[in-house]
């Protein structure tokens, strides 16, 4: 890419949720907030090929994002019956500049924090709260979250335009939610920070304080410092931070995809691992394992034995299986039919697949669950790996290619396609 510009405004675009938050954080107008940023990046498309991208680009498009949602609001006192006076604009504007927790003890330190606590709101249709974070906190575009949540585009499309006007009929009456608002809409603003770093996962950086990663890690790590006594904010600390560790060693000297079995632990993030590993502790001093920090403590075997040479099979699959009761998810069946065939042979984990319908269609599940399943790329991936292992190599082959075609890392891709040679 030879364009400074586009380049520049390529980088921003993590910070485009942040920008979002902060001004919509004034009167909890998710959709202005949008439309001044996307003035913003108008000009910004003309201002940096003209004059060159500025050093702090993010920075740029906040101010000019603020300056034209200040004019929106003085448009709207011209158009309003009732005068929106300088006090007012005052009072908006000044909410933008103030960290709230300069003044309020219970205030949310961090305004993104404070939006993902918003659009938890009770008010808010529940299956639209987490597409809501996603898209206007988080920065994630439509397709994305379509994509990661396995649900058609033009149905996103539809909650996310409900939620965000439900959000702004609701306004500057909306509140500003404090410390006890947040530990009522724990779980949802957990589901939007892990749904983050799930989507930035396999694009991301090598760097994992960068970019959305480095978001959610943040995030996380704010989450359970203001809820000491949760042990799945706790669990998701830890969940995040283990598998950011790993970010360094994920991509080899030219970029080549390298799977976790080949990695090296000593390019392991030390400090992120070690995070990780305290706030596990911290979820069992909690008393209270939840999903999150059941897959914390499974990232944490596997790191475990690849530093040992030796992993405890059984354990992971005890935890799979607690996983499992707890909170099932089509993701937790692949990896724990994965689990399986390491304990049982091949075979078995073949046929746990099977019977999630790739190798027998229909079964257990309905046209839509075969479909979603179907479109899975990692039980894809398993499936010829386990086909390799048991001889069958026409059907590991024509496996391949499936996992091939879903996958959306060229760096995996060209990993695959050594396999399938």
């Known amino acids: 890419m030879t364009d400074p510009a586009e380049r520049a405004m390529i980088l921003s675009r993590d910070g485009w949720g942040r920008i979002i938050a902060l001004i919509a954080a004034a009167d909890g107008d998710i959709c202005g907030a949008e439309d001044a940023l996307a003035t913003a990046l108008e000009r910004a498309v003309t201002a940096w ?42 009072r908006l504007g000044g909410r933008l500049g ?79 939610p404090d410390r006890l608002d947040l530990e009522s809409r724990l779980s ?36 359970a410092r203001l809820c000491p006594g949760d042990g799945e904010s706790h669990g998701l600390a830890a969940l995040i931070h283990l598998s950011a560790a790993r970010f360094p060693a994920r991509r080899g000297g030219a970029g080549e995809f390298v799977p976790l079995t080949d990695q090296d632990p000593a390019q392991w993030d030390r400090m992120l691992a070690e995070s990780g590993e305290h706030h596990l502790k911290e979820v069992y001093r909690c008393g209270h394992v939840g999903r999150f920090g059941l897959e914390a403590a499974i990232q944490l075997l596997h790191m475990a034995g690849v530093r040992t040479g030796t992993t405890d099979w059984p ?9 499992e009761s707890l909170a099932p998810s089509l993701g937790g069946s692949v990896s724990r039919a994965a689990v399986l065939a390491e304990v ?13 319908s790739l190798g027998t269609p229909g079964i257990g599940t309905d046209d839509k669950d075969s479909k979603r399943i179907s479109a899975f790329q990692p039980a894809w ?38 396999r399938l040679r």
């Open 381 to 418: 991936v398993l499936r010829a790996h386990l086909l390799d292992r048991l001889g069958r190599t026409g059907d590991a082959a024509e496996a391949y290619r499936r996992a091939i075609e879903l996958t959306t890392d060229p760096a995996e891709r060209e990993y695959l396609e050594r």
């Open 188 to 223: 949802d603003v957990q589901e939007a920070i892990y749904g983050a770093f799930a989507i930035a996962w396999a694009h991301a950086a090598p760097t994992p304080r960068a970019g959305m990663v480095g978001e959610a890690v943040y995030l996380a790590g704010l989450l």
């Open 315 to 323: 354990m992971l699959l005890r935890l799979h299986d607690d996983l």
């Open 49 to 90: 090929r003209a004059d060159g991208p500025p050093g702090n680009p993010e920075g740029w498009l906040y101010r000019v994002a603020l300056n034209a949602r200040r004019d929106a609001w003085k448009s709207a006192a011209t158009r309003s019956s009732t005068a929106l006076d300088d006090e007012v604009l005052e």
């Open 344 to 356: 049982d042979g091949p075979e078995t984990g073949l046929a746990a697949l099977d019977t999630l």
């Open 98 to 176: 103030a960290d709230p927790a300069d003044h309020d003890p219970d205030a949310l330190p961090d305004r993104r924090l404070e939006l993902l606590a918003v659009c938890a709101h009770p008010d808010i249709d529940p299956p639209a709260r987490p597409l809501l974070m996603l898209s206007a906190v988080m920065g994630m575009t439509g397709k994305q979250i379509a994509s990661a949540m396995a649900l058609p585009a033009a149905t996103v499309s539809a909650r996310l335009t409900r939620a965000k006007k439900r959000v702004a009929a609701l306004g500057v009456g909306f509140g500003h």
